[in-house]
C-alpha cells in the first residue's frame, strides 16, 4: 500500500524546487505536449534557477501525462512480467543494496528520451543549455557512451552515500534522475548553493521524489546522496545527456555503467 502524503523538501520554504514550479507553463499551442518555459531575454527561469543553485534541478510533473504514462507502462510490463531481469550493481558504485539493469539503444524509453521534440529533452535543453562553455545555440543529446539504466530500491538498506557524480564529458554532462514510482521512504538529499557571491555557503535540501519527477544535475558539483530504505520501493531511470560534440574523458570509460546490460528474456 502507498505511504500517506509525500514529505515536502527540506530546507526554505522558497527553495529551488517549489521555485522552479512557478516557473512552468503552458506553451503557446496549449493541450498536452504544449508545455513550455517562458523566457527572459536568452535565460529561461529554469535556467536562472538551475544556476542560482550551483547546477541542480529538482522538477515534478516533468513529462506530460500521456508521455509519463506509455513510459511508465512500458517500463513496470517489462519488469512485473520478468522480461528485463535484474542485477546486483557493480562493486565501484556508491550505492548499497541496489539492483537495476540497462535499456538498449532501441528501447522504446530510450527513444522518448533521444527524441529532440520529447518532453525530457526539452526540459533538459531548458534548465542547461546555457551553463557555462555552451552558446545558446548549442544543445543537449542524451549519450550514447552512457546507457540508461533502470534502478530499483527494494531491498532493506538500499542507498546511496554522499557523493558528487564525476566528471565523464568534455564540457561536463549533465546527470538525470527519473522517477517511475516511489512508495519508499528514501529521501534524496543535496546541498545547493545558497548564497548570491560566496558558493562555499550551501544548505541541505531533501524530497521524497514523485513520480513523474526529474532531477537535472551538473556533474562535477553538487553533492547529494539518498537515505537507506525501510520500507517500499523506488524505481528510477538514470540517464546522461551532453553537449552535441561533447568529448568522452580518457579514463572516464570505468565509470559509465553500474548493471549489466539488459536482456529482454524470450528475445
Not at 539503444?105 to 525530457?120: A, C, F, L, S, T
Not at 533502470?150 to 522517477?179: C, I, N
Not at 555557503?201 to 513523474?212: I, L
Amino acid at each position: 500500500p502507498r505511504r500517506g502524503g509525500r514529505r515536502p523538501a527540506l530546507g526554505a520554504g522558497t527553495d529551488a524546487a517549489s521555485t522552479a514550479m512557478t516557473d512552468f507553463v503552458f506553451g503557446s499551442n496549449g493541450g498536452e505536449g504544449g508545455r513550455g518555459w517562458r523566457c527572459h531575454g536568452d535565460v529561461s527561469p529554469l535556467q536562472r534557477t538551475y544556476e542560482r543553485s550551483g547546477g541542480i534541478l529538482y522538477r515534478q510533473s516533468a513529462l506530460p501525462s500521456q508521455e509519463f504514462a506509455a513510459m511508465r507502462e512500458e517500463l513496470l510490463s517489462s519488469l512485473g512480467g520478468k522480461m528485463m531481469p535484474l542485477s546486483d550493481e557493480s562493486s565501484s558504485s556508491v550505492a548499497k543494496n541496489r539492483v537495476g539493469t540497462q535499456l538498449p539503444w532501441d528501447h522504446p524509453i530510450v527513444k522518448m528520451m533521444r527524441d529532440e521534440n520529447g518532453g525530457m529533452s526539452k526540459l533538459v535543453n531548458a534548465a542547461a543549455r546555457g551553463q557555462q562553455g555552451m552558446s545558446n545555440d548549442q544543445k543537449f543529446i542524451l549519450s550514447e557512451n552512457v546507457p540508461v539504466e533502470v534502478r530499483v530500491y527494494e531491498k532493506r538498506g538500499a542507498g546511496m552515500d554522499w557523493h558528487v557524480d564525476d566528471v565523464l564529458f568534455s564540457p561536463e554532462q549533465v546527470e538525470v534522475v527519473f522517477t517511475i514510482e516511489n512508495t519508499s521512504d528514501c529521501v534524496t538529499m543535496w546541498e545547493e548553493v545558497s548564497g548570491e557571491t560566496d558558493i562555499s555557503e550551501c544548505k541541505r535540501v531533501g524530497v521524497e521524489t514523485s513520480a513523474n519527477s526529474a532531477i537535472l544535475l551538473r556533474a562535477g558539483g553538487v553533492r547529494h546522496k539518498v537515505s537507506p530504505l525501510k520500507v517500499g520501493r523506488r524505481t528510477i531511470l538514470k540517464f546522461v545527456y551532453v553537449k552535441e560534440g561533447a568529448k568522452l574523458l580518457e579514463g572516464a570509460g570505468q565509470h559509465l555503467k553500474q548493471f549489466s546490460p539488459g536482456k529482454m528474456n524470450g528475445s
